[in-house]
T-cell receptor, first 109, second 112 residues
Framework: TQLLEQSPQFLSIQEGENLTVYCNSS?????LQWYRQEPGEGPVLLVTVVTGGEVKKLKRLTFQFGDARKDSSLHITAAQPGDTGLYLCAGDRYNDMRFGAGTRLTVKP | NAGVTQTPKFQVLKTGQSMTLQCAQD?????MYWYRQDPGMGLRLIYYSASEGTTDKGEVPNGYNVSRLNKREFSLRLESAAPSQTSVYFC???????????FGSGTRLTVV
């Protein structure tokens, strides 16, 4: 079993729709990060959240860290084909970094 | 500005062969890491180096060795490759241990 469970595993939507993906754990993390990975490439850091309840926005992407620092969500507004990719969450348990298996998002034009 | 450079990009090995994966970063980061990525498993940490001169085991270190050659370079060695080591390997670096990784583009390794 993964320390970080991401859901859904796969998501296919039409351009313009909104979506939310989740990253859940029973462990507390000192920080949580989100990455996006495209085929044949390494993950690219999108955001780091540190404080329980923290919300960060990156254009059409909104990231939230749970109050108890055990979970996080990523919300995309008006998805575009360029948002297609594998979204990974990673939690830092005080220098022990663990990744979830990812949500594979496809946005169809 | 290259970031993190990994070589080679692709490699096929026969069972029992050895090889070294090379990684170099040009961002003056203190910490470097080796991960493997397998379908449905996410990224799993093999070894990491918090700073020049130190290395530590991660989640899945068996069958691997590492060398932090200097601040820029961190290599991963497979002494006797096994089919279970077929995977995509990523090197990463960060300024602060465990946070804000910059990844290389990966090495796709197949062991037959």
């Amino acid at each position: 079993t993964q320390l970080l469970e991401q859901s859904p595993q796969f998501l296919s939507i039409q351009e313009g729709e909104n979506l939310t993906v989740y990253c859940n754990s029973s462990s507390v993390f000192s920080s949580l990060q989100w990455y996006r990975q495209e085929p044949g490439e390494g993950p690219v850091l999108l955001v780091t959240v540190v404080t329980g309840g923290e919300v960060k926005k990156l254009k059409r992407l909104t990231f939230q860290f749970g109050d108890a620092r055990k979970d996080s969500s990523l919300h995309i507004t008006a998805a575009q084909p360029g948002d297609t990719g594998l979204y990974l969450c990673a939690g830092d348990r005080y220098n022990d970094m663990r990744f979830g298996a990812g949500t594979r998002l496809t946005v169809k034009p | 500005n290259a970031g993190v450079t990994q070589t080679p990009k692709f490699q096929v090995l026969k069972t029992g062969q050895s090889m070294t994966l090379q990684c170099a970063q040009d961002m003056n980061h203190n910490s470097m890491y080796w991960y493997r990525q397998d379908p449905g498993m996410g990224l799993r940490l093999i070894y990491y180096s918090a700073s020049e001169g130190t290395t530590d085991k991660g989640e899945v270190p068996n069958g691997y060795n590492v060398s932090r050659l200097n601040k820029r370079e961190f290599s991963l060695r497979l002494e006797s490759a096994a089919p279970s080591q077929t995977s995509v390997y990523f090197c990463a670096s960060s300024e602060i241990l465990g946070r804000g990784y910059t990844f290389g583009s990966g090495t796709r390794l197949t062991v037959v």
